[in-house]
């Protein structure tokens, strides 16, 4: 990895994204970031337009299929866009092989086959913290830009623990 004459303490993080790196990733931004927040209260108001709809044709004695076509439409309407979206991130990680990351005092550098980023801390302003996941978020909490680092891929999850909270502040739920 090519760490741009980088002398401070630094810490490597190796790993190939899957789904279940997605899918923690984006349920720890929906639930702890103001954009997630809204973003997710924009997915339920419009899944719950067809479901009152569906909900008043019933009480008002209709007989049809419709109210149960508008309910498997507010299904719909709630759970595909989350699962596309998942779906499209993990094949376009795929195609980028092996993520390679290093995290030191001057901000964090990811590398893959197709190419390499460097943001400095002031551009990943906070971090979050799940089982699986040390996610790193640019810079306000209204963004949707993240870095993923999987446990699995660091040998020193502490130090790189320690690293992070040194420059970044951590998100908690509102």
Partial sequence: MSAGGRT?????????????????????????????????????????????????????????PLPGVLMLGALLLLLAPPRLQLRRVTRLAADKGEFRVLVDDYGVVVENEDSVTELGWPEQRYHLETPGLLLLLGGSEETGVLTMLPKRGIEDVRRLEELIDRHATALVPE
Wanted: with cysteine.
């Fill in 8 to 64: 401070a303490a630094s810490v490597e993080v190796r790993y190939t994204p899957t789904a279940a790196d997605f899918r923690e990733a984006r349920a720890a931004w929906d639930r702890h970031t103001a954009a997630g927040r809204r973003a997710r209260r924009g997915r339920y108001t419009i899944a719950a337009c067809p479901a009152v709809l569906s909900a008043l044709l019933g009480a008002a004695g209709w007989a049809g």
